[in-house]
């Protein structure tokens, strides 16, 4: 019980901070569950670049960070670095999915490739999230990566 409340107070001590960015503006209903992953005693790095591997992702299909983030106020931020796609024609969105409430907030990408662009959480409720992209359109990805950090 200790290591529990131990985790979720490192979870609650994040602060994270940035310069101007989009806000994350699509809310639409979720029926995937998570579990929140203790933090326990190790240490947090919101600069480290992490990747999730989009390959064969079908459409109207949904990928999820492992990692599990507090949001607390309108000052969290997803960076990504890079996110590519093939086949291009297929709109992509990125964002904020809470664990607790089941609910998406994110912004819709096209092109096949996007680099440089931040996400803020703006308008997002205080809760714990993980990172999602969800494939849009009609086709499923023969490839995609994102290359993401979140402050």
Do not use: C
Not at 7 to 33: C, K, N, R
Not at 77 to 96: A, C, S
């Amino acid at each position: 019980m200790k290591k529990r409340l131990l985790g979720w107070a490192l979870v609650l001590a994040l602060v994270f901070s940035t310069s101007t960015a989009q806000a994350a503006v699509m809310v639409e209903d979720g029926d995937t569950f998570f579990t929140v992953e203790s933090v326990g005693n190790q240490e947090i790095s919101p600069l480290a670049v992490t990747a999730l591997t989009l390959d064969g992702l079908k459409s109207g299909g949904y990928k999820y960070s492992s990692s599990t983030y507090y949001v607390s106020g309108e000052d969290s931020y997803i960076q990504i670095q890079q996110l590519t796609w093939w086949e291009p024609v297929n709109d992509i969105v990125v964002g904020w999915y809470n664990t607790q409430t089941h609910k998406y907030y994110g912004l819709a990408y096209s092109g096949g490739n996007i680099s440089n662009r931040t996400i803020s959480s703006e308008g997002v409720p205080d809760g714990m999230y993980k990172i999602y992209v969800k494939n849009a359109g009609s086709d499923t990805l023969q490839s995609g990566t994102l290359q993401y950090s979140v402050e």
